[in-house]
């Protein structure tokens, strides 16, 4: 479909978007016996959200592709282009509670994260993408979640994660593209060889803390049961200068139930600085600070399914409507850039474009991505 009938459709959806920039008031204004707490519960909503704008499927903007030495989920050139010959490995990492998992192992070396809700609508959990970098360890891991039948579709990686909930273990066995060679996990009723995981039990955590796992150990995995080689990562824009429109945004805070995430920008860096609940939020391996050179702002419909997702809790599965279109707001500079993701095939890259399905350009480097629910969360944004 040209780009003009895709350009008519996403001016639609700006139509439609101002009813959920209504509801987002800052999109229209620029070893132990401890037990894990259990978090303060969001009520269940009383309605199911709509999906996704109603719009026909059609194909995302093609950009130009990349230099073979070029890393397609940072725009990077790589020293060795070899490490690009390989599969992506995407990583569960948890995020809550803070005093047993943080800081996290291995954040800093990941190319993207995805952090989203948990079920509940309580804290969040982050999924972190490798390719072009081999941390020694990543954790602590947990287990997946509905976003993560779909990210692996995305960005073509081996998935690496403790275990799954009943439910969601049986829908991650029936989809075909993913079951039963690119997802490494306890739960799903095989014997996993090479056994990609660990445990680390030095710290005086809970004994559902101490799991962890690297790049290596995965792809390792994933060659035994026969996915390997360079994946078609073709899609994202990058630039190392920033495009023109961009709106002054130094500070951003995503008011996550249980947990606040922040980002301040560092001009002498040109990147995103992160911090969690008000402190510093580092990376064990090397104590520096987290840090991005895009945080994307993702607007995606969730909600509640009918998969229990842990009973002790009385809280369900929640699923993320990752596909088609929807509002998107891109940092990168210092600068705020307002547009709309899209994903149209369930193996196209995720992009974000103006309303003219033009790409706007990530800054070169990583990217960390916040997705939250298209209604009812309030995304703080100061110049």
Same mark, same amino acid.
């Given at each position: 479909?040209?780009?003009?009938?895709?350009?008519?459709?996403?001016?639609?959806?700006?139509?439609?978007?101002?009813?959920?920039?209504?509801?987002?008031?800052?999109?229209?204004?620029?070893? =132990?016996?401890?037990?894990? $707490?259990?978090?303060?519960?969001?009520?269940?909503?009383?309605?199911?959200?709509?999906?996704?704008?109603?719009?026909?499927?059609?194909?995302?903007?093609?950009?130009?592709?990349?230099?073979?030495?070029?890393?397609?989920?940072?725009?990077?050139?790589?020293?060795?282009?070899?490490?690009?010959?390989?599969?992506?490995?995407?990583?569960?990492?948890?995020?809550?509670?803070?005093?047993?998992?943080?800081?996290?192992?291995?954040?800093?070396?990941?190319?993207?994260?995805?952090?989203?809700?948990?079920?509940?609508?309580?804290?969040?959990?982050?999924?972190?993408?490798?390719?072009?970098?081999?941390?020694?360890?990543?954790?602590?891991?947990?287990? =997946?979640?509905?976003?993560?039948?779909?990210?692996?579709?995305?960005?073509?990686?081996?998935?690496? =994660?403790?275990?799954?909930?009943?439910?969601?273990?049986?829908?991650?066995?029936?989809?075909?593209?993913?079951?039963? !060679?690119?997802?490494?996990?306890?739960?799903?009723?095989?014997?996993?060889?090479?056994?990609?995981?660990?445990?680390?039990?030095?710290?005086?955590?809970?004994?559902?803390?101490?799991?962890?796992? !690297?790049?290596?150990?995965?792809?390792? /995995?994933?060659?035994?049961?026969?996915?390997?080689?360079?994946?078609?990562?073709?899609?994202?824009? &990058?630039?190392?200068?920033? $495009?023109?429109?961009?709106?002054?945004?130094?500070?951003?805070?995503?008011?996550?139930?249980?947990?606040?995430?922040? /980002?301040?920008?560092?001009?002498?860096?040109?990147?995103?600085?992160?911090?969690? *609940?008000?402190?510093?939020?580092?990376?064990?391996? *090397?104590?520096?600070?987290?840090?991005?050179?895009?945080?994307?702002?993702?607007?995606?419909?969730? /909600?509640?399914? *009918?998969?229990?997702?842990?009973?002790?809790?009385?809280?369900?599965?929640?699923?993320?409507?990752?596909?088609?279109? !929807?509002?998107?707001?891109? &940092?990168?500079?210092?600068?705020?850039?307002?547009?709309?993701?899209?994903?149209?095939?369930?193996?196209?890259?995720?992009?974000?474009?103006?309303?003219?399905?033009?790409?706007? $350009?990530?800054?070169?480097?990583?990217?960390?991505?916040?997705?939250?629910?298209?209604?009812?969360?309030?995304?703080?944004?100061?110049?």
């Amino acid at each position: 479909m040209g780009n003009s009938r895709k350009a008519g459709r996403l001016r639609r959806l700006a139509r439609r978007g101002a009813l959920v920039l209504l509801i987002v008031p800052a999109l229209a204004l620029a070893g =132990c016996a401890q037990a894990t $707490p259990t978090p303060t519960r969001t009520p269940r909503p009383t309605h199911t959200p709509v999906p996704t704008a109603t719009v026909e499927p059609t194909a995302t903007p093609t950009p130009t592709p990349l230099p073979e030495n070029v890393n397609p989920l940072t725009g990077e050139v790589v020293e060795d282009s070899s490490v690009l010959d390989r599969i992506p490995v995407g990583i569960k990492v948890s995020n809550w509670p803070p005093q047993y998992v943080r800081p996290q192992a291995g954040i800093n070396s990941a190319d993207i994260i995805y952090e989203h809700y948990n079920e509940g609508y309580m804290a969040t959990r982050w999924t972190a993408i490798y390719l072009s970098k081999e941390p020694e360890r990543v954790g602590p891991v947990r287990s =997946c979640r509905l976003i993560d039948l779909h990210l692996p579709a995305i960005y073509k990686f081996a998935m690496a =994660c403790w275990g799954f909930s009943d439910g969601v273990a049986q829908i991650a066995r029936d989809t075909e593209d993913l079951y039963p !060679n690119r997802i490494a996990s306890y739960s799903l009723g095989e014997e996993i060889a090479p056994d990609p995981f660990f445990r680390d039990q030095t710290r005086d955590v809970p004994l559902e803390h101490t799991g962890y796992t !690297n790049p290596e150990n995965v792809r390792a /995995w994933a060659e035994a049961h026969g996915y390997t080689g360079r994946q078609d990562l073709s899609g994202m824009v &990058f630039s190392e200068d920033p $495009p023109e429109g961009g709106v002054p945004a130094t500070y951003i805070r995503i008011p996550y139930q249980e947990m606040d995430a922040e /980002w301040r920008y560092d001009e002498a860096s040109g990147r995103y600085l992160r911090w969690s *609940d008000g402190d510093v939020h580092t990376d064990f391996l *090397d104590g520096e600070q987290l840090s991005a050179a895009n945080v994307i702002v993702l607007y995606v419909p969730h /909600w509640e399914t *009918d998969i229990m997702e842990d009973a002790h809790n009385d809280v369900y599965s929640l699923e993320y409507a990752i596909w088609n279109s !929807n509002l998107a707001i891109i &940092f990168r500079d210092g600068l705020r850039y307002d547009g709309y993701w899209q994903r149209w095939e369930r193996s196209d890259m995720l992009v974000v474009t103006d309303v003219e399905a033009v790409p706007i $350009p990530f800054k070169v480097g990583n990217s960390f991505f916040e997705v939250v629910p298209a209604e009812g969360l309030e995304v703080v944004v100061e110049p």
